[in-house]
T-cell receptor
Framework: LAKTTQPISMDSYEGQEVNITCSHNNIATNDYITWYQQFPSQGPRFIIQGYKTKVTNEVASLFIPADRKSSTLSLPRVSLSDTAVYYCLVGDMLNQFYFGTGTSLTVIP | EAQVTQNPRYLITVTGKKLTVTCSQNMNHEYMSWYRQDPGLGLRQIYYSMNVEVTDKGDVPEGYKVSRKEKRNFPLILESPSPNQTSLYFC????????????FGPGTRLTVT
């Protein structure tokens, strides 16, 4: 089961782009990389998922280098409502998931 | 509305008194899972189920039981709760092997005294 390492916390000003990097050195061939967002006292919410290169949706972009040992979640022009904890997950085909402690993002006015 | 529901949302109980936290999803998802969340430890997986009658241990299964008799329900059972099981519990579901997008319930805050 591949585990992940993320920064514990980050601060950003409103309107800036935020990049959160996750390290997953033991990622397996069949693993996908998934990011979740969690607000206090709520369950996590799916943001984006990818296998390699770049994935973009209406909320974020996910960049995955060729070796797949890391990934970067990019949030464009963050607002105060983006203040949350962000989790990077690497899932194997057994569907066992390791969330870790995530990255606490604080957006400053 | 597609959702995962949990009951109860809040529970205070005493050591050793058996309890069950229910989880139900209306999305016909094959995969369901239970997590606990504790300050400084993040979310940790307790048990998961790939389909009916198929369950497996996650990272922290000790002191918990689960069952999956129906596709929509995945109850979490604490046979003899202890104070170290005081936590915030989340149930989640997903389509299964074809999708890693999990839908989470609202959470159950359990206090064991």
């Amino acid at each position: 089961l591949a585990k992940t390492t993320q920064p514990i916390s980050m601060d950003s000003y409103e309107g800036q782009e935020v990049n959160i990097t996750c390290s997953h050195n033991n990622i397996a061939t069949n693993d996908y990389i998934t990011w979740y967002q969690q607000f206090p006292s709520q369950g996590p919410r799916f943001i984006i998922q990818g296998y390699k290169t770049k994935v973009t949706n209406e909320v974020a972009s996910l960049f995955i280098p060729a070796d797949r040992k890391s990934s970067t979640l990019s949030l464009p022009r963050v607002s105060l409502s983006d203040t949350a904890v962000y989790y990077c997950l690497v899932g194997d085909m057994l569907n066992q998931f390791y969330f870790g402690t995530g990255t606490s993002l604080t957006v400053i006015p | 509305e597609a959702q995962v529901t949990q009951n109860p949302r809040y529970l205070i109980t005493v050591t050793g008194k058996k309890l069950t936290v229910t989880c139900s999803q209306n999305m016909n998802h094959e995969y369901m899972s239970w997590y606990r969340q504790d300050p400084g430890l993040g979310l940790r997986q307790i048990y998961y189920s790939m389909n009916v009658e198929v369950t497996d241990k996650g990272d922290v299964p000790e002191g918990y039981k689960v069952s999956r008799k129906e596709k929509r329900n995945f109850p979490l059972i604490l046979e003899s709760p202890s104070p170290n099981q005081t936590s915030l519990y989340f149930c989640a579901s997903s389509l299964g092997l074809s999708s890693y997008e999990q839908y989470f319930g609202p959470g159950t805050r359990l206090t064991v005294t």
